[in-house]
Structure formats: structure tokens, C-alpha cells
């Protein structure tokens, strides 16, 4: 069997040769369509412009299981490698046209989205919760339903980074306690972020993308559809092993104390600052030919500014028990900083409808619960982020193709809602489905390995969690809203 030692050893010049063929690809393909003037970008990309999408998307995948920690010293790289690969025959062929959606993207999209998640990540990490509560069943599932309902308000990440080691510290005294950590990862890493754009980053880039705020608050019942059988399927399998320990088990419950509560403060003017984000029309400016809202740039420069200081009136013993460190904000940050490079060419062929090369894929998907499904299912691999804003551009593309966004949007909702809606679920709720669905599903993982929990392959969790656990309740969902 070939070690991860040997795997490694020939990585780096796998990936030099890659990006070569794919800069000789792409200046080839790029080149047959320069010449074709007054047609949109999307219609004159080809498919194969995607392979970097899909290439970071599987690093991300496979990488970690065959070369973990090669993968874990330079996935920047990894990431940087495809982003380069799409970007400079891009730059080379479409010169001014492409570095303006380039930095459309990344001043629209990326900055938005990642100043989002540093800003939750670092203030709940000043939350800091000491005690102990007993593990049992009811706990757990009391533990999950806050959690579940937290994440709408202090996003996924907020919620997973505030509640994980309470939970692990509660269930330390448990042999088998995997389960409880992949019901925290399906609920309240994923499912809970579903009633606000501040819950789950798809639902937040829908929110920069004229999705109003409060429209959200219609995935409600979808959700308690999907939270309410996860929860008794938990509290059945964690009683079933909980009675089998129960003898041995002699843990107690000391009481709770909260430390740093002046970061709800922050908290709140984080919603504060996204709400006003949506509400205030205070006009617009033009930055290198990109048209930027102002209250955009104002909720982007109040969220730095509430982490900051939270950072800076936390004290340093409250993040050094919560063990906060950068690292996984800063993988998150490398790796979509890629992702959205490379999410280009699929977002524009997806915008020109039945005139792009994804022709195909639009004629496929038609109804809502093709959307439900196949948004859910690429989420379940891509990372619910990119992929949400892939079908949403997909139902933009189908029902209204030419219309600005601005002005598509509201007709989306006022003349084809089912479609969002199956959309939004989707991104969501499949993001629980694999390890790399949502950005918070591995801090939880890396967090549970330190604390010297053996969590599932990327595989196993799969075939012993979510398809069993997962795939029947999205069944019940499409039967009742989408077929």
C-alpha cells in the first residue's frame, strides 16, 4: 500500500505539471473565443474553464485523507495553485474584462462573506462557558435544541464555536460519544443556521445578492421538519447508549459560569450592523469600475471593528481555556479565497441560461425539487457557499435571463419563491452531509480529534451517519414542499 509519505513526495510536481496543462488548456479554448465580440462572458466560456472549481474542490476532499499532513502544511498553496491556474490565461485572454469580475467577485462576494465569519468566530470565541454539565440524553438534547436555535443569530460558526466544548466537556465521561458530536455537527453546525442570513453563509451571499433579510425567516418550517426527527433520532440512539454505560458512569454536573458576556454586546451589533446593511440606502460609490454600496462598506468596516474589540477587551485567559487559535478562520480564508476565484467561469456560464455550456444542466433542472436535490447534493462535496450562489445564478439564468439582478430577484421571489426556497434548504441542510459541506463541520471535527475524540473518515461519516440519518428526513422534506 502506497504510504502518505510517497504520496506526498510526488504531490508537488503532480501539481506543477497540472497547472502547465492547465495554462496550455485553457490558452488554447480562451483563445477560440476571443474573437467573438458583443457576446456575454458566460456564453463565450467553455466548460472546461470550471476544471479549477472542480480541482480545489476535490483537493479539499481528498487530499486530507491521503496526504493529510502534507495537505495540512500547504493547502495555501494548493489553493493559490488553482486559483492561479484559471486566473492567468484568464487575465491574459479577457484582460480588462476579467480582472473586472475578478475583483467583482472578491469585493462583492468574498470580503463580505469572510469579514462575516472572522467577526462571529472571533466574539463567540470570548464567550467563554466553565463547568460542567452530566451528559445524559435529556442534556444533550437540551444542549442541541439551544444550540439549533443560537445558530440563526450568531451564524453556525458563532454557535458551533460556543457550545462544542461544553458539550465534549459534559460527555467526557462517555465511552461512546462520537454520535453526539455528528448530531451537533447535523443541527446546530448546519440546520439551526437557517431562519437568518447571519445563520449560514449561503444564505448570507443570497442576502448580498438581494435576497432581503427577513425572507429567510420562510425556511422555518422546512427546518423544524428536518430538526424535530433529528432530535428523537438522537435522543433514542444517545439513551440506548447511555443505559449501556449508565453503571459506570458516575459523572455530575458542577454548576455553570459565563465569563466574557460583554461580547453579546458585540454580538448584537453584528446583527445590528448586517440588519442595517439591508435597510439603510445611503447610495453608492465606484471603486477600479466596481460599484460598491456604501452601507455595505459601513457594515463591513463595524464588523472589523466589533472584532477588534473584542480581541482587545477579552481577556487573554478566556481564549487560552476556549484554546482559541487563527487556524481555522485562516484555512477557511485560503481555501475560498480559491473558491471564489475559481468559481467564476461556472457562475457566468450558469448566468447566460440556455446560451452557456451548462446549457444542458439548465434543461435538467426545472423544478423545485430537481433544484432541492441537486443544490443539496453538490453542497454536500463543494461547500455549501459556492454552490448555493451557482443555482441561485441558475434560476436567475432560467427564469430571467438579461435582467439585472437587482431587479431579478424580487421577481424571483414574487412570481417563482418555491424555487429559492428549494434552493435555500438545499445549501443548508445538505451542508450537514459531509465534512467539507460548511465551514464549521471541520472546526467541530478538528476540535472533538484534540480532545482525543476518534471521529469518522470522510467516507465513514458518511455511510454511518448522514445517509442513514440524513437522506430520509430530506425524503420527508421533498415529499411535503417540493414535489
Known amino acids: 500500500m502506497v504510504s502518505q509519505q510517497s504520496i506526498a513526495r510526488f504531490l508537488p ?37 470550471c476544471i479549477p472549481f472542480a480541482g480545489i474542490l476535490l483537493s479539499i476532499a481528498l487530499f486530507p485523507l491521503f496526504a493529510g499532513h502534507w495537505w495540512h502544511k500547504h ?39 469572510i469579514i462575516l465569519l472572522w467577526a462571529l468566530y472571533t466574539v463567540s470565541a470570548g464567550i467563554l462557558i466553565r463547568g460542567t454539565l452530566k451528559g445524559t440524553p435529556k442534556m444533550n438534547t437540551f444542549l442541541l435544541i439551544v444550540g439549533t436555535f443560537l445558530a440563526s443569530w450568531v451564524g453556525t460558526t458563532g454557535a458551533s464555536m460556543i457550545l462544542i466544548r461544553p458539550m465534549l466537556r ?38 448580498l445578492h438581494s435576497v432581503p433579510f427577513f425572507w429567510t425567516l420562510n425556511l422555518a418550517m422546512p427546518m423544524i421538519t428536518v430538526a424535530i426527527p433529528l432530535l428523537l433520532m438522537f435522543f433514542l440512539v444517545d439513551t440506548f447508549y447511555y443505559r449501556r454505560e449508565e453503571k459506570t458512569s458516575s459523572r455530575e454536573s458542577s454548576a455553570l459560569t459565563f465569563f466574557g458576556l460583554h461580547n453579546l454586546i458585540f454580538l448584537a451589533g453584528i ?46 485567559e478566556i481564549h487560552q481555556e476556549n484554546e482559541f487559535t487563527w487556524f481555522p478562520i485562516q484555512e477557511v480564508g485560503y481555501l475560498f479565497a480559491g473558491i471564489f476565484m475559481t468559481i467564476i467561469p461556472a457562475l457566468a456560464i450558469l448566468k447566460a441560461g440556455s446560451h452557456g455550456a451548462l446549457s444542458g444542466l439548465i434543461e435538467v433542472t426545472k423544478e ?61 441542510f445538505m451542508g450537514a452531509m459531509t465534512y467539507i459541506g460548511n465551514a464549521p463541520n471541520f472546526m467541530v471535527k478538528s476540535i472533538a480529534e484534540e480532545a482525543g475524540i476518534r471521529m469518522p473518515s470522510f467516507f465513514g461519516y458518511m455511510i454511518k451517519y448522514s445517509i442513514p440519518f440524513l437522506v430520509p428526513v430530506f425524503i420527508l422534506v421533498t415529499l411535503i414542499y417540493f414535489r
Request: proline content about 5%; charged content about 10%; aromatic content about 16%.
Open 13 to 49: 510536481g503532480l501539481i506543477l505539471l497540472t497547472f502547465i496543462a492547465m495554462g496550455m488548456m485553457f490558452g488554447d479554448v480562451f483563445a477560440e473565443s476571443a474573437d467573438h465580440g458583443g457576446q456575454a462572458l458566460g456564453e463565450l466560456l467553455p466548460l472546461w474553464a
Open 75 to 113: 493547502f495555501p498553496k494548493i489553493s493559490a495553485m488553482w486559483a492561479l491556474a484559471f486566473a492567468i490565461p484568464f487575465l491574459f485572454i479577457y484582460r480588462g474584462q476579467a480582472m473586472h469580475e475578478i475583483l467583482h467577485i472578491y469585493f462583492l462576494d468574498y470580503f463580505p462573506f
Open 170 to 207: 459534559a460527555n467526557a465521561h462517555r465511552r461512546r460519544k462520537v454520535h453526539v458530536i455528528i448530531f451537533f455537527i447535523f443541527l446546530v453546525s448546519n440546520v439551526g443556521g437557517s431562519l437568518t442570513p447571519l445563520g449560514d453563509p449561503p444564505l448570507f451571499l443570497g442576502f
Open 271 to 316: 446583527i445590528g450592523a448586517v440588519l442595517m446593511s439591508g435597510t439603510w440606502k445611503a447610495g453608492s460609490f465606484h471603486l477600479f469600475g466596481i460599484e460598491l454600496k456604501v452601507a455595505f462598506v459601513v457594515r463591513d468596516a463595524l464588523l472589523i471593528v466589533l472584532g477588534l474589540l473584542s480581541l482587545r477587551t477579552t481577556r487573554k
Open 368 to 428: 423545485p425539487i430537481h433544484y432541492f436535490w441537486i443544490t443539496g447534493g453538490l453542497s454536500s462535496f463543494l461547500d455549501n457557499a459556492p454552490t448555493y450562489l451557482t443555482f441561485f445564478n441558475t434560476a436567475l439564468g432560467s427564469f430571467f435571463p438579461g435582467i439585472p439582478e437587482v431587479e431579478a430577484v424580487p421577481m424571483l421571489i414574487e412570481h417563482k419563491e418555491s424555487y429559492l426556497l428549494a434552493i435555500s434548504c438545499g445549501a443548508v
